[in-house]
Nanobody
């Protein structure tokens, strides 16, 4: 079992930055594929970014490329999402997730087994 707890959300003006954290406990996060998803009101949950367990290879949805950076601190057993140049359309509840090493589709939420409770990010225009 992996327990995930997100933090770092909040209200920020467009163009601002936030760093989300996802603290893991129970198991070592680096033994899992990890990702961030988000869900805006009235919309389906959307893939944002993923980091591969074996080589830290990263993936991003096109809308956040160049603005968001996913990383992992193995010593702290924590996943991060640095979000810069935020836009109102980034407003959503952000979730971190962890999935098995056999995961094949990093952007599919059905592949992930463990989820955090979510943290709200609101970007004002």
């Amino acid at each position: 079992q992996v327990q995930l707890v997100e933090s770092g959300g909040g209200l920020v003006q467009a163009g601002g930055s936030l760093r989300l954290s996802c603290a893991a406990s129970g198991r070592t996060l680096s033994n899992y594929n990890s990702a961030w998803f988000r869900q805006a009101p009235g919309k389906e949950r959307e893939f944002v970014s993923a980091i591969r367990w074996s080589d830290d290879r990263t993936h991003y949805v096109d809308s956040v490329k160049g603005r968001f950076t996913i990383s992992r601190d193995n010593a702290r057993n924590t996943l991060y999402l640095q979000m810069n140049s935020l836009k109102p359309e980034d407003t959503a509840v952000y979730y971190c997730a962890a999935g098995p090493i056999s995961l094949s589709r990093h952007s599919s939420d059905s592949e992930y087994v463990y989820w955090g409770q979510g943290t709200q990010v609101t970007v004002s225009s």
